[in-house]
C-alpha cells in the first residue's frame, strides 16, 4: 500500500456509490445508478476514479476455510530499527494479507492465512522470525469468526 497523501474529498453523491456498493459489491451500475440519481456511464465512471485513487476496492470475500484456509492468525511483531522496512517484507508473504503499524505493546501486526498448523509453524520460522530487525513475535490463533462487516459507511 502506498503511503498516505491528501484524501480524495467526496461527494455526497460519491459517498452514496460506495455504501451502495459496501452493502451489495456485485450490484450492477444502473441499479447505482437509479439510486443514486446517476447514469450507468456516471457511475461507472465514478467507481474507476473512486478506484484508481485508492479510495476503494471492489472484492471477493471468501471464507478461508471454505477455500481449504484452516489456519488463520494474527501475528503481533516486535521490531528493532525501521518499522516500515519490516512491514514491506512482511506484507510481501503471500499467506499475510493484512498489516498494520501500531503503537503499544508490538510494533506490527500481520494477518495470515494458511492451510494447517505446519504451514503456520514454516511461516513463523523460516520467513517472519527471519526478517532482519524482527525481535520476537506473538500468535494470536483464530478459533472461530465471529464477524466480518466492510459496510461500516463513509462520512
Known amino acids: 500500500m502506498a503511503p498516505r497523501s491528501r484524501p480524495l474529498v467526496l461527494d455526497d453523491v460519491s459517498k452514496a456509490i460506495i455504501e451502495q ?9 444502473s441499479e447505482i445508478g437509479k439510486a443514486v440519481g446517476l447514469s450507468e456511464a456516471a457511475v461507472r465512471q465514478r467507481v474507476q476514479k473512486l478506484t484508481d485513487a485508492g479510495v476503494m476496492q471492489v472484492v471477493a470475500v471468501t471464507d478461508p ?15 528493532s530499527g525501521d518499522t516500515t522496512a519490516v512491514a514491506e517484507e512482511i506484507g510481501a508473504i503471500p499467506a499475510v494479507d493484512y498489516v498494520v503499524l501500531t503503537a503499544g505493546s508490538f510494533d506490527i501486526l500481520a494477518e495470515v492465512v494458511c492451510e494447517n498448523d505446519d504451514d503456520l509453524i514454516d511461516l513463523l520460522n523460516k520467513r517472519i522470525r527471519g526478517i532482519d530487525g524482527v525481535q520476537s513475535t506473538e500468535t494470536f490463533v483464530y478459533l472461530r469468526l465471529h464477524k466480518q462487516f466492510y459496510n461500516w459507511g463513509t462520512r
Open 21 to 29: 456498493l459496501q452493502t451489495d459489491g456485485r450490484r450492477s451500475y
Open 65 to 79: 476455510m471454505q477455500l481449504g484456509f484452516y489456519r488463520q492468525a494474527m501475528i503481533g511483531i516486535r521490531v
